[in-house]
């Protein structure tokens, strides 16, 4: 849930400073940042994103930072 307030909020500010012409511009850097992560991770469809490819914050909390 808080990864949408996180874009509501971009878009909220993307409309505030540049109007509809900000708002295209904010989503296409957020379209353009997932198929980065994408080809990062092997992926050439959202059907082929899996549970695997996700890491929650829980999934950090005993991984040793040394």
Known sequence: MRVLCQIGRLVLF??????????RKALQMLRDE??????????????????DHVST????IFRSRL
Do not use: H, P
Not at 14 to 23: C, K, M, S, Y
Not at 34 to 51: D, F, V, Y
Not at 57 to 60: F, P, S
């Open 14 to 23: 993307a409309l505030a400073v540049d109007g509809e012409a900000g708002v």
């Open 34 to 51: 997932l198929e980065a992560a994408m080809a990062l991770s092997g992926c050439t469809s959202l059907k082929e994103i899996t549970r």
């Open 57 to 60: 914050e829980g999934d950090r």
